[in-house]
């Protein structure tokens, strides 16, 4: 109960500010970062609260994937980015590896050549893909935040191959389309797209066989992904939860592999997938 009635004041406060500071409001509504003066920084995030709650509220989520998307273009970012580096390597070394296996033994075989990370943040996940994918051609990394893209091109990540572009990943891979692509989605993106943002962008990958996507993502608590197949609306950030695997099947993709696990509280859904096949479900819990 206190805990609601906190979540309730900050929408509150959220709300006023956004008719307060229509300064804030155009940056955020047009990715303008400014200075980033921690009182603004603050003052946005509250804005973005205020917005996403509301959108839970009335089940907007199209609102809500734009206040999502604001989030993570603007400074209200930069927390994840710079604190991010040791929980990354507790998950992504440790039982999230898995995944990288798995794809690894798929890229071996099924011959794709092409890597696209989306809202790849410091390039870690895709640097590491690089070194173990040695027959992919070419890796690019995808985030909206333009600041994070900036900051990687001027890292020497020591492989021609890597590149990183500032987008949406839907509009970016739609506008460059090509067979032997595998999507890799690592930690938590795809539960910041709606649902049918989410669809179109996996039916534009399955368009151009041979394609792959990988992916880890959290999953809500509650969600029953054996009878709901439909998003909800879930945790503090207000993010979707998906079935993964029904919106691939739904795109022309066949499920290669499937684990669901429990890590630090959080629910883990990780997938292999294809387009073009229908191998046998391998699937676990732990």
């Known amino acids: ?35 980033k003066s921690p009182g603004d920084v603050q003052a946005k995030a509250a804005i973005l609260y205020a917005r ?26 930069d927390y ?11 998950w992504f070394f440790g039982p999230h590896q898995m995944l990288i296996e798995k794809l690894c033994d798929h890229v071996a075989s099924a011959g794709l050549t092409e890597l696209i990370e989306i809202g790849c943040g410091d390039g870690r996940a895709l640097a590491h893909c690089a070194k173990r994918m040695p027959g992919l051609k070419r890796l690019v990394g995808l985030d909206v935040n333009a600041d994070i893209i900036a900051r990687n091109r001027a890292t020497p990540f ?28 690592y930690g938590g993106v795809m539960e910041y797209l709606a649902p049918e943002t989410l669809a179109a962008l996996l039916s534009g990958v399955a368009t151009h ?28 950030e207000s993010s979707f939860s998906h079935n993964h695997a029904y919106q691939l099947q739904a795109a022309g993709f066949s499920i290669l592999w499937q684990q669901e696990l429990l890590l630090d509280g959080i629910r883990w859904m990780m997938i292999v997938a294809e387009a073009g096949k229908q191998d046998a479900v391998t699937s676990s819990k732990a």
């Not at 020591?158 to 999507?183: H, K, M, S, T, Y």
Request: overall charge positive.
């Open 209 to 236: 066989r041979p394609a792959a996507v990988a992916l880890c993502e959290p999953v809500a608590p509650e969600h029953d992904l054996d009878r709901e197949t439909g998003a909800i609306m879930f945790g503090y």
């Open 80 to 90: 994840f980015y710079d604190g991010y580096r040791a929980r990354f390597d507790k």
């Open 158 to 185: 020591g492989d021609p191959r890597i590149g990183f572009e500032a987008g949406e990943a839907g509009a970016w891979i739609a506008a460059r389309p090509a067979p032997g692509r595998v999507l890799l989605s």
């Open 52 to 77: 996403l709650r509301r959108a839970r509220l009335f089940g907007n989520r199209a609102a809500a994937e734009s206040a999502l998307r604001a989030w993570w273009q603007a400074e209200t970012a």
């Open 1 to 35: 109960m206190r805990q609601a009635i906190r979540n309730f004041g900050r929408v509150i406060y959220g709300t006023a500010l956004e008719r307060l500071r229509p300064d804030l409001v155009r940056k955020l509504d047009s990715d303008i970062s400014g200075q």
